[in-house]
Nanobody, 118 residues
Framework: QMQLVESGGGLVQAGDSLRLSCAVVGHRNSDYAMGWFRQAPGKEREFVGGIGWSAGTQKYADDMKGRCTISRDNTNNTGTLQMNSLKPEDTADYYC???????????WGQGTQVTVSS
């Protein structure tokens, strides 16, 4: 069964950059879209960005456009979220997801905390 293992995250200062990684294990094919959501304390989970299988299709939340880039390596079944010019309001738990094309099932990573100090 597909599992997502996240890494990265931590405490940074406003204006810094941070990279989150998501490794898909237990699944050999790359037949899924993937991306990230985030959830700040007291708020609902919100979409950050996502990427299709071919990496030709990418979508980002309006407040992340121009500040983040999602890429994927289908050979190694990994995805990366590169965030730049971080703001205190980017502080949240970030969750990687993978949505399998054939079944529509969405798998989630364990989450990683990102804290941006002002």
């Amino acid at each position: 069964q597909m599992q997502l293992v996240e890494s990265g995250g931590g405490l940074v200062q406003a204006g810094d950059s941070l990279r989150l990684s998501c490794a898909v294990v237990g699944h050999r094919n790359s037949d899924y879209a993937m991306g990230w959501f985030r959830q700040a304390p007291g708020k609902e989970r919100e979409f950050v960005g996502g990427i299709g299988w071919s990496a030709g299709t990418q979508k980002y939340a309006d407040d992340m456009k121009g500040r983040c880039t999602i890429s994927r390596d289908n050979t190694n079944n990994t995805g990366t979220l590169q965030m730049n010019s971080l703001k205190p309001e980017d502080t949240a738990d970030y969750y990687c997801y993978a949505r399998q094309w054939s079944t529509g099932v969405i798998y989630w990573g364990q989450g990683t905390q990102v804290t941006v100090s002002s």
